[in-house]
């Protein structure tokens, strides 16, 4: 372990001491001094483990994870990445990292990992978990993560990207409760704000479609949890589901969707920089059904990517801040 | 819609009236009254639709659907069903019905249905809305729902097969509380006590592994929700976990998985006879990593499957109770 982790019996507090005070570069920490006394750490929903695999070599260069509910998506990513960053001719065929289970797909890219979470809090939370150890057992310093998702939108043009301020609940509240054996612990969501920032100026030299900052509301369920009609249990009324949309807007939930929370908090506790870039897909104010053509809602699903892709390149030195500003990366 | 539902406002409590007292039949319920007034349904994450797919005459024959989270595993219970049906020869390539998306996947052998549901109460909370949506529109009646998964175990013998009698969540209560707008709604989790009963008969004819009947605690998470020190995060001792896997093994829990719950209380409320049956790949008193082969493993993932083809069989009559009592099914 690179920086000693100070163990609180009973809190959820920890204290981390050592090299990165040293160092300028910043380790990812995993916060569990158990894993220490572990001789192997079988990483089994990714299908990599300590002693089967040598994670330092693997990984150890990564600087950038993104992350993404569907595997296809991801995949797509990645094949974006390796054009964007000329890798094309170095790996041109794509492997799926994780190909040895089903439970999520993960490509490497120079330094960008693409990676698939499923749907939800708890599907992202396994392969959180899972991924941090990764990085932390390959001794990755520095890294960025970014959640590439799709949203529903409150009173925004559906194509639009929001970047998440803050990830609120289902009653707004900027928290997230992780229940720890049968005791509930109540985690900050706050996101990393000049991340967020960085990005809303990278999005200022991308024309092609609106991009705005604003809370993400994190709920548990597609239907009954973000006020839809149209699932197979519904029983509250179209003006109820208005109100409490409303409210939303009103608290300033700009987007929903169901992973941020989570995310949020566990990246802030174990010292990795994140954020979260949705594309909406409607306008939940105009309706709940997801009715737009597979052509419009695979280039709405582009626009984060290229967001995403215009900050790496940026972050590599690949482009500088006059071409940023200059020019639409298409 | 085939059974009237009358709407309720304020409250999450139906009531059905119409056929279903003047049949022997008895139909899913949708439990929305808003679902009559669309013109069309797009059940998104299925990438089926009322108006571009003939649901009744793609569905209607319906009467078993298994759900599990992986794919692969739900695909391979496909091609076991396909031989134990004798439909080999029939549709010897198995098509996945939902290739348009890669959020779930779905087959269709006879009157049986396998679908994925990926991993948590999110992720089977999407699939389960829109699959109720699709027997509703198909008319599907007489229909029983199996969730087929994988957990960890409680003081049982790994590999051994748990039929849950009540799910319960992780302070031990036998409820789901589904969050509908920001109003929690507590929801009952009991299942189906006939059909546990059935599957336990079921199970007497299988000499290959035990099977016996409990609880199952459902958790938000793998990590911490489920007492584990092997995650990124872990705040408690060795000590604590143990005590709080004691008290679930003293309140009758036997497995511990991350789907039940919600699973149970949805179909409850929509009249669909529901059981979960799950192998359990480790003893968590024993530890917290899934170090097994990728073999053992593999054969303890066919186990439930094998229950279930039993129960299949039985009700087509295609073994009868002499065969079942004889006969261990291989």
Do not use: W
């Amino acid at each position: 372990m690179d920086g000693m982790t100070v163990f609180l019996a009973n809190s959820d507090q920890h204290v981390n001491i050592g090299k990165e005070k040293h160092s300028r570069n910043v380790s990812v920490y995993v916060k569990n001094p158990h894993l220490d006394l572990m001789e192997e750490d079988i990483l089994y929903h990714l299908d990599l483990g300590t002693k089967t695999h040598n994670l330092p070599a693997m990984f150890g260069d990564i600087k950038f994870v993104c992350v993404g509910g569907s595997p296809n998506r991801m995949k797509a990513f990645a094949h974006f990445m390796q054009k964007e960053l000329g890798h094309k001719g170095e790996d041109n065929d794509l492997k799926d990292i994780c190909a040895g289970t089903d439970r999520y797909s993960m490509y490497k890219v120079g330094p960008v990992l693409s990676i698939s979470h499923g749907m939800g809090i708890p599907s992202i939370s396994i392969v959180l978990h899972e991924l941090i150890k990764l990085l932390h057992h390959a001794k990755c310093c520095d890294v960025t993560i970014i959640r590439i998702g799709t949203s529903g939108g409150l009173g925004v043009e559906p194509g639009s990207v929001v970047i998440t301020d803050v990830a609120v609940d289902s009653f707004f509240k900027p928290q997230f409760e992780q229940v720890i054996l049968d005791r509930v612990v109540t985690r900050n969501t706050e996101l990393d704000q000049d991340l967020a920032s960085e990005l809303l100026e990278c999005s200022r030299g991308i024309k092609d479609f609106p991009t705005l900052m604003g809370h993400t509301m994190c709920t548990y369920d597609f239907y009954e949890g973000q006020g839809r009609l149209d699932g197979a249990l519904c029983c509250f009324s179209n003006e109820k589901k208005l109100e409490y949309l409303k409210r939303a807007y009103n608290a300033g939930v700009r987007n929903i969707e169901m992973e941020s929370t989570v995310f949020a908090a566990m990246c802030r506790l174990c010292g990795l920089k994140a954020a979260v870039v949705c594309v909406t897909l409607l306008n939940r104010f105009e309706g709940d059904q997801i009715k737009a053509s597979h052509e419009v809602l695979a280039e709405y699903q582009r626009r984060p990517q290229q967001l995403i892709a215009t900050l790496i390149k940026k972050r590599l030195g690949l482009i500088n801040d006059t071409e940023l500003l200059d020019n639409a990366v298409v």
